[in-house]
């Protein structure tokens, strides 16, 4: 992948309303790219479980800011990245574990990153203690359109 053809970065109060504007901003960045109907679907969850993962787990209890950063590319793929400031990852890997969660007494299914990791092409996470999380989507669109008209 080279430099990216169309990039957008936004920031935004880690409350619960935003996961929805996450999605719409997603879906705006997206259409001009000529996505189907299903890869539309799939990146609107991504978005939606990476951005709901840093509202609740990453500020737990607390309020945080949450940064998205959305690169396209001559080549038809699509990199997301949605990352926060908050209390960090201690074991990554034990995360991505599907059923694994944080939060059990708050009914969650600790699914988010297997839902993540199954409907993109690459999904990275990175964090640290204290520091805060990093989850980078990549979706390769089928779409022949490269950039934005």
Do not use: W
Not at 117 to 134: I, M, P, Q
């Amino acid at each position: 992948m080279k430099k990216p053809q169309n990039e957008l970065r936004c920031t935004f109060v880690s409350n619960s309303c935003n996961e929805a504007l996450a999605r719409g901003i997603a879906t705006s960045f997206l259409i001009m790219l000529d996505p189907t109907a299903e890869e539309l679907a799939d990146v609107r969850c991504s978005v939606s479980e990476a951005v709901t993962n840093s509202i609740v787990h990453a500020y737990r209890g607390t309020s945080g800011e949450v940064a998205m950063i959305l690169r396209s590319y001559d080549d038809g793929t699509v990199k997301i990245t949605v990352s926060d400031r908050g209390c960090g990852i201690g074991d990554v890997e034990q995360a991505r574990a599907p059923l694994f969660t944080t939060a059990p007494d708050e009914d969650r299914s600790g699914m988010g990153f297997s839902i993540m990791e199954s409907l993109s092409d690459k999904l990275t996470v990175k964090s640290a203690l204290g520091k805060g999380t990093k989850v980078t989507i990549t979706k390769k669109l089928s779409s022949k359109k490269s950039s934005p008209t």
